[in-house]
């Protein structure tokens, strides 16, 4: 186990950040419920993927992907690029 995440998954939690920032039609209800599941994946990158050995249940993430696919497609896709390489990680 590492002591933090690999610098792919940090540079794209950073190009999601950015995105965020750019995205002015974003519903600000939106913007909390990523800002708060990235936050928690950032807890979880931080403290290893022991946490999330084992867990079957569809990532939190997806849900918020869908919901900006039709008015926000570009974020969409980096949010499901996001969710790949944490699935890589083990988180």
């Known amino acids: 186990m ?4 690999p610098d792919t998954l940090k540079q794209s939690l950073a190009q999601l950040h ?7 039609r974003l519903d ?16 979880r990158m931080h403290a ?3 946490a999330a050995a084992g ?3 569809p990532h939190p993430l997806e849900a918020l992907a869908v919901g900006f696919e039709a008015d926000h497609p570009a974020l969409a896709a980096s949010v499901r690029q996001f969710i790949d390489l944490l699935g890589q990680a083990g988180l």
């Open 2 to 5: 590492t002591n933090g995440p």
């Open 18 to 24: 950015a995105e965020l920032a750019r995205a002015p």
């Open 28 to 43: 600000e209800s939106a913007k909390q419920r990523l800002h708060a599941a990235l936050a928690q994946i950032e807890q």
């Open 48 to 50: 290893g993927s022991a």
């Open 55 to 57: 867990d079957a249940t």
